[in-house]
């Protein structure tokens, strides 16, 4: 199925995520139609994002502070630190898995929730309400595991899509920060899109104002998403 035989639908307001004090709506893409990977591949080239099979976009009126960001795979190049951090991790050993539930995945899910994100909704004891947020049985989506010494310190949960690849979430254990963990997952997917010939990786929306959303645009050059249509970027950010 493609996007222009889709139906869309605008959701309620409700309280943002991101920004304190915001209201936030959604346009998604009709979540009775099981979503598949060439349509999922237009949408994404349009902005949108998925959280498990439903695919969105944020449709918040005068507010335009979500941008989605992309980075063109050829045109990457690493900074200095990017760099440092790349090289303290050519000792761990990756294995790419069928996106299913892992005992262990979930264990290091909790781990890095309740340190990382504690209080905030996705920290619960809830192994149903974790694999409803990653998984979408029409995606070729898979676990990428990242193991020092045989132990599993990181997972990046990955989207194959012929417009790239979609880095959906990553989470990693906080005894291994140092490590830089989260960047390395997302320099290995650039890497990796490089060398099988995908042209970009997604990473969601970039939010200047919130911090754990921000990061994004630290991978140069980067392209976003304006006025429906994807602009590269460079050194300057461009305002809303």
């Not at 960047?183 to 911090?211: F, N, S, T």
Request: glycine residues 6%; charged residues 20%.
């Amino acid at each position: 199925m493609s996007v222009s035989e889709l139906s869309f639908f605008l959701s309620t307001s409700h309280e943002c995520s991101y920004l304190k004090g915001h209201e936030a709506a959604s346009l998604v893409a009709d979540p009775t139609i099981r979503l598949e990977t060439t349509a999922y591949s237009e949408l994404i080239q349009l902005g949108f994002r998925r959280s498990g099979g439903m695919a969105y976009r944020p449709h918040c009126g005068a507010c335009q502070a979500c941008i989605a960001i992309r980075i063109p795979v050829v045109s990457f190049h690493p900074s200095r630190g990017q760099r440092r951090i790349w090289n303290k991790n050519t000792d761990l050993e990756l294995s790419s898995l069928p996106l299913e539930f892992h005992e262990e995945h979930y264990q290091l899910y909790q781990r890095y929730q309740s340190t990382r994100h504690s209080g905030s909704s996705m920290d619960t004891d809830d192994r149903d309400k974790y694999m409803s947020f990653f998984a979408a049985e029409g995606l070729d989506s898979r676990l990428v595991e990242f193991r020092c010494a045989g132990k599993l310190i990181c997972v990046a949960v990955i989207d194959w899509l012929p417009a790239g690849l979609s880095s959906m979430y990553t989470f990693f254990d906080p005894e291994y920060s140092s490590r830089g963990l989260g960047v390395y997952a997302i320099l290995w997917q650039i890497m990796k899109a490089r060398e099988i010939g995908l042209p970009h990786v997604y990473l969601g929306y970039w939010i200047d104002e919130c911090d754990k959303m921000s990061y994004k645009t630290r991978y140069r050059p980067y392209e976003l998403f304006l006025r429906q249509q994807w602009h590269l970027i460079n050194k300057i950010q461009p305002t809303a």
